[in-house]
């Protein structure tokens, strides 16, 4: 039997060394982790690597013909959410977790997309009221779970409640800076993926 597929996404300029821990103890929970780090820093715009998701999604659920759970860290939680509801991957999540990632935009953000939001767009697309913001606070489709961590300590976010959906099955305050929290909250991460109780998987689904 195949495994269930977990996909990280990592934020802004990171790579996958924020989930080595995180990844080691999916695996060792019975899930396939798979990452996604976009490699240039900036990003210019998070809506194609939202497309690129959704394509990649698609092709995980095929070939373990469950549907995949998505771990987005910072914008790749922003990244997650915005190909779950904008991108076609609907059909091929059932549960996405977000780790500090600011869907009310955060004062950083502000202060960059003044200075340098010509150039790179997603510092506007982050600033606080921004269209594309407003659009990732949307509710999540029927039986699709989402889970947001906030840090207590996180300065770039400004705080735990920017990091909150109001649309979220749990919004949950983890004692840690931004750098720290995909370390600090993996265990609670890993139970979250692991509790498929209230929306067992369909072994003869076609994806």
């Given at each position: 039997?195949?495994?269930?597929?977990?996909?990280?996404?990592?934020?802004?300029?990171?790579?996958?060394?924020?989930?080595?821990?995180?990844?080691?103890?999916?695996?060792?929970?019975?899930?396939?982790?798979?990452?996604?780090?976009?490699?240039?820093?900036?990003?210019?715009?998070?809506?194609?690597?939202?497309?690129?998701?959704?394509?990649?999604?698609?092709?995980?659920?095929?070939?373990?013909?469950?549907?995949?759970?998505?771990?987005?860290?910072?914008?790749?939680?922003?990244?997650?959410?915005?190909?779950?509801?904008?991108?076609?991957a609907?059909?091929?999540?059932?549960?996405v977790?977000?780790?500090?990632?600011?869907?009310?935009?955060?004062?950083?953000?502000?202060?960059?997309?003044?200075?340098?939001?010509?150039?790179?767009?997603?510092?506007?697309?982050m600033?606080?009221?921004?269209p594309?913001?407003?659009?990732?606070?949307?509710?999540?489709?029927?039986?699709?779970?989402?889970?947001c961590?906030?840090g207590?300590?996180?300065?770039?976010?400004?705080?735990?409640?920017?990091?909150?959906h109001?649309?979220?099955?749990?919004?949950?305050?983890?004692?840690?800076s931004?750098?720290?929290?995909?370390?600090v909250?993996?265990?609670?991460?890993?139970?979250?993926?692991?509790?498929?109780?209230?929306?067992?998987?369909?072994?003869?689904?076609?994806?």
């Amino acid at each position: 039997m195949a495994r269930k597929r977990v996909l990280l996404i990592q934020g802004m300029g990171g790579s996958w060394i924020m989930f080595p821990r995180l990844a080691w103890k999916i695996w060792r929970a019975g899930f396939l982790p798979k990452f996604y780090a976009p490699e240039f820093w900036p990003i210019a715009n998070w809506r194609p690597h939202a497309q690129a998701v959704a394509a990649l999604c698609r092709q995980l659920a095929h070939d373990s013909h469950k549907p995949v759970a998505v771990i987005g860290y910072s914008m790749g939680g922003l990244i997650a959410v915005d190909a779950l509801l904008n991108h076609g991957a609907v059909a091929y999540i059932d549960t996405v977790i977000a780790i500090g990632s600011p869907f009310y935009g955060t004062p950083v953000a502000n202060l960059a997309a003044k200075l340098f939001g010509r150039w790179y767009p997603s510092l506007q697309q982050m600033s606080k009221k921004s269209p594309e913001m407003a659009a990732l606070c949307a509710p999540p489709p029927f039986n699709k779970r989402l889970y947001c961590f906030g840090g207590r300590y996180d300065l770039l976010v400004w705080g735990p409640m920017n990091a909150h959906h109001p649309f979220a099955d749990k919004n949950i305050v983890v004692p840690a800076s931004h750098l720290l929290l995909p370390f600090v909250a993996e265990e609670q991460i890993v139970a979250l993926i692991k509790d498929d109780k209230i929306f067992p998987v369909d072994e003869n689904r076609e994806f």
